[in-house]
């Protein structure tokens, strides 16, 4: 069930809007990066780094989302990691004891939620704001930490084997979702964040998105320029020419052209707002 995109480098996509799990192979053990959605397959998922006769060593979720935040009792008891932020906004949003219960509710879409074991959910340690890099004994793994999306969402560049997993920017499936929820600017933090993925383009081999096709290195680019046309477009309160949420799109076809319907609106009435005088 694992494929190999780089050199020490493993995916597994779920059958969950193609979410891809991400393997790195360490020195004593595997590094695990947002390890997957559905019970059997986060199940399988830990067969499978045993077959390697590697344990996990570590976790990492890329963002505070329920769905980057799952973890298997069979995945061991490694420490799982995520940024100050990322953490912070966990901690936020989940000691509350309806918290699970909304996720479950509102978040999974029906037809899986009994299938999401959300009992380790978001149990995440979160590294010191100034972390450059996840404590591991593997190829270095750098945290490029932005706000795009999810406060504290990070991006991970394992530079020495070309690969960027780039959480939930650069799918060739998902538009860009905006972080609506409290963020003064979100289509500004969205365009630093994309920035930042273009200043180490060119360490790219194999990008990795949170949900979606893996690219290759020409396609890092096209992508960035794709997820900004889109952004500026929103910005500018014109309708993206996006194949995404064109008509030919079929992924999420019965719920992306809401989110897109949604962000359209969000951001017109912040516009609204701005222009209002006093
Ligand atoms: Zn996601």
Known sequence: MLRQVADGVLIHESEFCQSNAVVVQGRAGVLLIDPGVLGHELATLADDVR????PVVAGFSTHPHWDHLLWHTQLGEAPRYGTARCEATVQARLPDPDAKARIAEHLIPPDIADQVPLDLLGLITGLPAEAAR???????VRIIEHQA???????????ERGVLVAGDMLSDVLIPMLDLTG???????????LRLLEGVADHVDVLVPGHGSIGEADQVLPRIERDRGYV????????????????????????LPGVHERQLQNLASRRERDDTPG
Request: hydrophobic letters at 35%; proline letters at 12%.
């Open 134 to 140: 996840i404590p591991w004994d593997g190829p270095v």
């Open 232 to 255: 500026q477009a929103l910005r500018d309160g014109g309708v993206p020419d996006d194949p995404r949420v064109g008509p030919s799109a079929t992924f999420g076809k019965d719920w």
């Open 183 to 193: 963020t003064a600017d979100p289509v500004e933090d969205y365009l630093a964040g």
């Open 51 to 54: 077959e390697l006769g590697e």
């Open 149 to 159: 999306h999810a406060p504290g969402h990070a991006a991970l560049l394992i530079e």
